[in-house]
Structure formats: C-alpha cells, structure tokens
C-alpha cells in the first residue's frame, strides 16, 4: 500500500512543479499586495503557499506525499527566482511537515474536506514556528502576532486545504485521475 507506482511519482512532480510556478507568481503579487492590505492584512494570500501538500496527497493518499509535494513545490519556487530566496524552501520544509501531520493523525484513511483543511491549518502552524524562529514574528506585538496567525490559519484551510479539494474533485468528476487512489475510491462508491 505504501510503494508508490511510478504515474504517482509523475503526477505528483507535475503538480508539485506547477504548485512551485503559481507559488513564484504569487509572490509576486505578495509585494503590491502587502501595500495595499499591510504586511498583516495580506496573509489572507497564505493558503496558496501551502496547497501543493493537500493536492497531491488527496490524489495519491500515501505516506508522505504532502511533505514531498511542498518541498518540490517550494524548491521550484526558489529555483525560479523567488524573492524569498532560501527562506521560500525552508518554510515550505515547515509547511511540508505541518500538512503531512494532519493525514499522519488519521493514519492516512481520512481525505475529507475536514482533513484537507486540517491540512492548511497544520501548515500554518509549521509556517509560523519556522517564521518565529527565523524571521523575526517573535519580535512582533501580541495583537500583531495574533492577527498574522489567525489570518495564516483560515487562510491554510480554506485557500489551501478546501481550494484543493474543490481543484481535485473537479478533476475526479472529469475523470482525469481514474487511475489514482481518489479516483478509484469514487469508482468504488458509485458500485
């Protein structure tokens, strides 16, 4: 059950690839928004950071695959120019390990809506420990502080936990991912 198949590995990598492209993107757009919202109105846009992980390991439900996911999709990010520079591959190590707690706390049977969003909600919780020990949010006021997390916190659930679901299901309903653990479970409950 654990062995991955080789398709897996492919998909997996394209998505991660393509998660890694919108995440450059999207830290682009960071800086024009961030002056527009402030530096702590604009985490609403951290969910997007995260959603490789809840994506790929709701398609291929195995160990590991939301801590890969993330990683590839933050090393592309750094790869392609990220302004972020390091810090855009280490956070998404934090990130990586925070999502793939959420299914490991389950024992990888549970890729519900809830999970998923778990899913953006524990990668919002490795995000900030990896942003108080190294960028300074420890350093910020109380309320500072607060309003940053608790904006990461939706925003990792519904941006990237339920965004991912809602992509995946689409997907599923097209009948793209036949050949992959979710479609294989939606085949099964239609019988």
């Known amino acids: ?11 997996m990598m394209m998505l991660a ?29 951290f969910g997007i950071w995260v959603i490789a992980s809840p994506l790929v390991a709701y398609i291929i439900q195995k160990p590991g695959a939301a801590l890969i996911a993330e990683v590839v999709a933050a090393a ?5 120019g990220s302004h972020f520079g390091l810090s855009a591959l ?14 490991a706390v389950f024992g990888y049977r549970k890729f519900n809506t809830f999970t998923l969003m778990l899913s953006g909600v ?11 020990i190294v960028n300074g949010f420890a350093y910020y006021t109380t309320t500072t502080l607060l309003l940053t997390f608790s904006l990461q916190l939706v925003s990792g659930a519904l941006l990237g936990g339920l965004l991912a679901k809602i992509i995946v299901d689409a997907l599923v309903k097209a009948g793209t991912l036949n050949g992959y653990a979710i479609g294989r479970q939606r085949k099964q409950r239609a019988v």
């Open 17 to 45: 690839v393509a998660c890694g492209v919108l995440y450059l993107g999207w830290s682009t757009l960071w800086l024009p928004i961030s002056a527009i919202f402030g530096p702590v109105g604009s985490n609403w846009m």
């Open 90 to 103: 280490l956070i998404g190590f934090a990130q990586g390990i925070g999502a793939e707690i959420a299914f």
């Open 122 to 132: 524990f990668a919002a919780v490795g995000s900030m420990v990896y942003s108080l």
């Open 1 to 11: 059950m654990n062995s991955w198949k080789m398709k897996e590995i492919i998909v």
């Open 76 to 80: 592309v990010e750094l790869f392609t």
